[in-house]
């Protein structure tokens, strides 16, 4: 699903029959309410704001080639105040690593509590299977 505004970009009807042929579900956000969609709001500000303001491009291949060098500036190389001061991967790294670890600590508690026995013998009589406390 795609969530977006109703700019006029992205209301045309070329990306809306893009949209239709590949199955992909659209959803437009209130109109004056962009914190319905405040992430993607932030970023293409940024995106608009960093890249695309700053460059006239001369074609399609130049375009891609500045927009992807400022994809990797913003992924890899600056700092996001909100993410700590880390950069999107290695915010994304630390917390696949957090993540690891509890599940990691969940495995070894596991969610029963663990099996108590008795290991004196018993006379006279055979064990079949587990001793639970009584």
């Known amino acids: 699903m795609i969530v977006s505004d109703n700019g006029t970009e992205l209301t045309s009807v070329a990306v809306l029959r893009w949209a239709e042929e590949r199955g992909v579900e659209w959803h437009y956000i209130a109109p004056g309410k962009p914190q319905q969609n405040a992430f993607v709001e932030s970023f293409n500000g940024r995106l608009r704001d960093e890249?695309?303001?700053?460059?006239?491009?001369?074609?399609?291949?130049?375009?891609?080639?500045?927009?992807?060098?400022?994809?990797?500036?913003?992924?890899?190389?600056?700092?996001?105040?909100?993410?700590?001061?880390?950069?999107?991967?290695?915010?994304?790294?630390?917390?696949?690593?957090?993540?690891?670890?509890?599940?990691?600590?969940?495995?070894?508690e596991g969610s029963a509590p663990s099996a108590r026995s008795t290991t004196a013998p018993t006379r006279g009589k055979r064990r079949t299977g587990p001793s639970y406390p009584r």
């Not at 500045?66 to 994809?71: D, G, K, N, T």
């Not at 700092?79 to 600590?105: C, I, Q, V, Y």
């Open 51 to 108: 890249c695309l303001n700053e460059h006239v491009f001369g074609s399609l291949s130049e375009a891609r080639r500045l927009i992807e060098a400022w994809r990797e500036d913003y992924n890899r190389v600056r700092p996001h105040g909100s993410l700590g001061g880390l950069t999107p991967e290695e915010f994304a790294r630390h917390s696949a690593r957090a993540k690891d670890r509890a599940e990691g600590a969940a495995l070894l």
